[in-house]
């Protein structure tokens, strides 16, 4: 499967060990990238600030939004951030967006995290949680095909 791998440029260490472990189950994996040699020497580092003025300069919305188009599937690499378990940030919620607009299949490497902001929108993308199982990839290579209606509760009440 040719899989868009999302999330926080503070864990692209994490990404790309990622990326080798995709890659021995078979898979293409493409990542975002850096643009400069100084950006990765500030990952490295652990002092990478991605800001708005870095993500319109390098167009890095856009371009990720492309390799998510030629995309199988999109897998959020929701690693730890800060103190957010799982956290899932402004570019990886609009990449699932992306994915979940084209019907592809969104994996989140964790569960959803419980961030006030989007949760309900990220549930109701109904992306399939790996609980960090890649293996599981492996039985949905097949055709995709998004269930039109959820099993999931409502969380509304009638009156």
Sequence with gaps: MK?????SMTNFLKMLKL????GTLGHKVILPNPDT???LKEIAANK???THQIKIKYDYIRKHYNHIVEADCVLIANY??????????GNSFLEMGFAYSMN???????????????????VAMQ????????????SLSKPYTKPL???TKSIFTQP
Excluded at 3 to 7: E, K, N, Q, S, T
Excluded at 80 to 89: F, H, I, L, P, Q
Excluded at 127 to 138: A, M, R, V
């Design 3 to 7: 899989i868009v791998v999302c999330g």
């Design 19 to 22: 990326k080798k472990e995709l």
């Design 37 to 39: 040699d100084d950006q």
């Design 48 to 50: 990478y600030v991605d």
């Design 80 to 89: 730890d951030k800060n103190r957010t378990k799982n956290y899932v940030g």
């Design 104 to 122: 592809k299949p969104i994996f989140l490497l964790n569960p959803i995290p419980e961030i006030d902001f989007y949760y309900h929108e990220m």
């Design 127 to 138: 992306p399939i949680i790996l609980n960090g199982d890649l293996k599981l990839l492996e």
């Design 149 to 151: 209606t959820t099993t």
